[in-house]
């Protein structure tokens, strides 16, 4: 995995238009940011174009990163997956229209999410531990809300649960995360 | 909302971050964010903490998104050969120019504005040069900062075109580390050799204001 010092030396140089640098980012960010677009899509096409939509607003935008935010990986991968939700946001008002209850517990019946694994396997071990900790119906929310946009409403439907049960998850799903996570 | 209470503003930044704070709650809690410096640092915190959720296994994308990308963004070709080199035309006219300034003097001087290789120079207050700005043939800048400049904290220095009476156009950054850098000029910029070049220097904001007035300017010139 590529070191924090050289994304974030990067994207200073892109922030200066150096395109050579832009490159070097891309070769390093690209396969990581694809694998998060997959899983958010779950759609190669869509999340080819995300990517490309990406990284044409990283070099417009390298500069507005500051070690504040975050790890570099971190802050672009909060870009494209705004750009995700965006557009299968989009998609969900289609399909909204076209989906009742039952529809809606079609759509909730999807196995295994796309965000499952993802901790386990690459990167952020402490992120991943803390994780751990939470119930695992409080997580899904979490999860639901970070990685599908979804509101409040919208996950209590998905998990068939009360809304207010779901508001107190989210709630305090955080502010255990934000405990176990400690300030850095 | 009693936004001053803190474990409430620590709840809404969170649920501002992770997307679930919506609607009219969100545009108010937005409209705050300008005039509490507070409430924007712990909005700064959840982003750190949440942003860590955005990681996945790499996949190698499609060796097509990035021959797209460089496209879109970068229309020019980025391979030449030599004959297309502009090293070589470059060297190819200052010669002719060299020759045709020596035999042919008084012609050089009602030569049209946009001759060859413009440049420009622009200097400091000692009228010591700051940046030496050149065009290339495609279109692009290619800026040298002959001498690092000793900055003021989270200050860069912001290049301009000025053109007629609208306001000026954003060109980048400028280099302040005794480097080159080359800036890519905005799209349907028209002739880019005309106008005033300015200086400003300000904080890195996203999308920055045109200025009124510039720090430093100049002029182009044509050898």
Redesign the interface.
Known sequence: MASRDSLADLLARC?????RA??ML?QQA???????L??LTRDRELA?DL??EG??RV?Q?A??YRP????P??????I??HLA?DRLRRGEQRQRTELDDSGWALVADDGPGP?D???A????AA?ARCLEMLDPEPRRA??L???E?L??DLIARRLDRPLGTVKAW??RS??R??TC?G?T | MNIHQSPLR??LA??YV???L?GGARRRFEQLLPAHPSLRQTV??W????????????????P???R??ER???PAPPRRSWWDSLALWRGLAITSVLVAAIVLTPQLATSPPEANLPFATIRGKQREVLWMVTLADDGRLHVSNPRAMAMPPEQRCLLWLKTGDTPPVML??L?DDGGV????MPAGMGQPARGELWVTMQP?V?NPQPPTQPLYQTRWQTL
Do not use: C
């Open positions: 922030a200066l238009h150096d395109r832009f490159e891309y690209a396969p990581t940011l694809y694998g998060l997959l899983k080819a990517l490309q990284f044409a070099w935008r500069g507005d504040q935010l975050g790890q990986l971190a802050w672009l991968g909060s494209v997956r939700i965000e694994r993802l901790h396997e690459h990167g952020d992120l979490v999860f809300a970070y990685y946009g509101t409040h989210v709630r955080l502010q995360l934000k996570l300030e | 620590d709840h969170a649920e992770l997307g679930t919506r700064t915190d982003e750190r903490r949440i942003n860590r959720l955005a990681t996945a296994s790499p996949s190698a994308p499609p097509a998104i990035w797209e990308l879109r963004l970068f980048g950054v280099p850098r080359t800036l890519a890195m996203p």
